[in-house]
């Protein structure tokens, strides 16, 4: 079996759980990002939700990104991490009126719109300043993601974005303000997304939208595709970076962008999920009747999606190379959802082993909470420790 390369050794010191990531890969991928959107009209908002550590969150504002924001408090920890506001979108369904005047105060580049009321309330608020908010509307394309209903998001009748009947009041709306400007339209249709066809029927209905705006006269300067691209779980090892190149070129493809109309995408789990793991140490290993379990000192309150949405995380023993052993790896929290794999192939383990939970930098510690009356998981960086 071949596996991650940890310094297992120096995690030895360290009490566990942690997180580890390797600012190396993070570097590779946005190498990679950056090389495939050179020479096109492509901007990438990094989606702050899917981690917001600082110390990542500062490497990638290094490399000239933008921020995806989903509250007042992210955007200002981008702002806080060196993401210019001029790059800052803010998405959302229930954006407060704090959270409005933080986008407004700071000049983001704008606001994702999901209702009509919100769009009227940030008229009020812009008014109220004397300022102009840019808003780009996000709509519901109705289109299929085929991932987990969870993470499903372009749906009709699902709690984000307007739907296309309401886009002819919002336009109304907007031409009746002088303190909105309509810059640009947004979609974001799911998670975790393989299979590719999903978005080359979004690039079909973002062209439809495109010139349906048209010929109500609005000519729109960017198009905001979202994020969910997904990356490989199951093969940590081999497949250590999304697809990118496939991604970028299936959009190239699909919407042909007018003069002056740029692209923009809102990457968040494929750009930090497989730079992250979640290293625990095993408590115990109890023999069931058919089964083993390896009982290790993590649980759902540092990572917990296998237990909110049945994710699937390749697990590997960094302290052992004996034979290869069926286990249930599962955590201390009094929850029965509380197992991160079942039948997991690892080394065989003992008490005391160091257990990698892999692909685990997006959506995993900043999710973490304190149930249980638990410590909030620490954070390790590979050129740092
Ligand atoms: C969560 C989210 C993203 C990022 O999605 P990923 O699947 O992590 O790439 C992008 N845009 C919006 C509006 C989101 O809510």
């Known amino acids: 079996m071949i596996k991650g390369q940890f310094p297992a050794s120096k995690f030895n010191s360290l009490e566990t759980p942690f997180y580890y990531y390797d600012i190396d890969l993070l570097r590779k991928t946005l190498d990679t990002i950056k090389t495939e959107i050179r020479n096109k009209d492509y901007h990438i908002h990094y989606a702050v939700k899917a981690n917001a550590n600082p110390r990542l969150l500062k490497e990638i504002a290094a490399y000239g990104f933008g921020a995806d924001c989903v509250s007042g408090n992210e955007i200002l920890r981008a702002i806080d991490c060196g993401f210019p506001a001029s790059k800052i979108a803010f998405a959302g369904v229930g954006k407060t009126d704090r959270e409005i005047e933080i986008g407004l105060d700071n000049d983001i580049f704008c606001f994702n719109v999901e209702s009509l009321p919100e769009m009227q309330a940030i008229e009020a608020l812009a008014a109220k300043k004397s300022k102009t908010a840019r808003i780009a509307l996000r709509i519901n394309p109705n289109v299929d993601a085929h991932t987990h209903k969870y993470i499903t998001t372009g749906l009709n009748e699902n709690k984000f974005g307007l739907n296309e009947a309401d886009l002819p009041q919002a336009l ?152 290869l ?23 065989e383990a003992q008490r005391g082993d160091l257990i990698a939970i892999r692909s685990a930098g997006a ?23």
Request: aromatic share 12%.
């Open 363 to 385: 959506y995993g510690e900043v999710m973490a909470s304190q149930y249980n009356c638990r410590e909030l998981p620490k954070a390790y960086f590979s050129d740092q420790i």
């Open 172 to 323: 109304e709306l907007i031409a009746r303000s002088a303190h909105l400007e309509i810059i640009g339209m947004h979609f974001h249709i799911g998670s975790q997304i393989t299979d590719l066809s999903a978005f080359e029927n979004l690039c079909v209905k973002a062209f439809e939208l495109r010139n349906w705006f048209h010929s109500q006269g609005v000519k729109l300067q960017h198009i905001n595709v979202g994020g969910g691209l997904g990356i490989n779980y199951q093969h940590p090892n081999h497949c250590p970076t999304a697809d990118f190149e496939s991604y970028f070129r299936l959009f190239g493809k699909y919407l042909k962008t007018e003069e002056g109309q740029s692209l923009h995408f809102e990457l968040g789990r494929s750009v930090v999920a497989p730079c992250g793991s979640l290293i625990t140490r095993t408590t115990y290993v109890k023999e069931g009747i058919s089964k083993k379990f390896l009982i290790v000192d993590a649980g759902m309150t540092e990572l917990i999606r296998p237990a909110l949405y049945q994710a699937f995380h390749h697990i590997e023993n960094i302290s052992s190379d004996k034979e």
């Open 325 to 347: 052993t069926a286990y249930d790896v599962v955590g201390p929290i009094c929850e029965s959802s509380d197992v991160f794999a079942k039948d997991m192939k690892l080394n």
